[in-house]
């Protein structure tokens, strides 16, 4: 496949806690150290800010304690990938975040947003060969109503279009008809940065309204 300009998609750090809460119950001071990591991650995502050094090393350093305290837990793996995942200039942090998804993966291998993950880490390492196709169709299969699932499959998959197969692609149209149910504006934002908008502007609700009329124009220009 060929390597298109790289856009990130953020997993929401709270996203990840589906699973987490019930584990976290039993744990106590693991609990506690991980919630505060995971408060601290959705601060910098809602400010759309990439944190500074100290404070992303006082979180790892609570997260690698967690982990030692809960040892082959998935939802402390995945939130260690997402805070590695928040050191989007490093090359060498995006790849130890794709370890830990990994590692996230054989204990949770159900969760969409695991599969979400590794599909946005890996699209900005440049890793879209191999079986990229099918981690995109494992985050549709298991989580095709999660908004973060719908964004980076969408994203991504219309950044790839051109190289990916008809099952891929059948995947990402779904995903983008659920999320136009839920935020077709979002949808078409997306869409338009990627090029796609011929793809996207059939599968708006006819009941969507548009706070731009550019929008409605633009798809009337695009169905």
Known sequence: ???????????????????????????????????????????WQSRKVSPELEPWLQARDQLESA???????????ELLGVLYSERRRNPDFQQLALDHFTAALTQRPSSPYTWAS??????RLGSTTGDYEQVLLNAVLLGPNEPEVQRIVVDYGFALWDDIGPETKAAVLQAIASGMRRNPMEMLKISER?????????????????????WAKLCEANT
Request: aromatic content about 8%.
């Open 1 to 43: 496949m060929t390597r298109p300009a790289r856009f990130a998609v953020a997993i929401p750090a709270v996203a990840i806690l589906v699973g987490f809460t019930v584990w976290a119950a039993k744990l106590g001071l693991a609990e506690t150290l991980a919630y505060e990591v995971t408060d601290q991650i959705a601060s």
């Open 67 to 77: 982990q030692r305290l809960a040892r082959r837990n998935g939802a402390v793996e």
């Open 118 to 123: 590794i599909a946005d880490v890996r699209y």
């Open 194 to 214: 990627r090029g796609r908008l011929s793809l996207a502007c059939p599968r708006v609700p006819s009941d969507a309204r548009f706070p731009d009329p550019l």
